[in-house]
């Protein structure tokens, strides 16, 4: 099984709350492997997860670790990078 990891900054001028983080975790969540978040360096949390990825206070610039296992995992983790670069507050 791969395992596979990306680093990200934040791009939405807001962060990650409620709109860009429901669009981030429905994307998570249909990708079809486990995936998790992470904000410098702290406890994974589950990114298919709305509650979990906003629980995780993320900013604007904020650094970010996804992390995902399965087959999929560098296909899956390139498309949810662009899609937490992207400002969708823009």
Request: net charge negative; hydrophobic share 45%.
């Amino acid at each position: 099984m791969t395992q596979a990891t990306r680093t990200v900054r934040i791009g939405s001028a807001h962060g990650l709350h409620a709109r860009p983080a429901k669009l981030f975790a429905q994307a998570a969540k249909e990708a079809g492997v486990p995936v998790t978040i992470a904000k410098d360096g702290g406890t994974p949390a589950n990114a298919a997860s709305i509650l979990a990825v906003i629980a995780l206070g993320i900013d604007q610039g904020d650094e970010i670790t996804l992390a995902a296992d399965g087959d999929e995992a560098d296909r899956v983790l390139d498309s949810l990078s662009e899609m937490l670069a992207t400002d969708h507050d823009a």
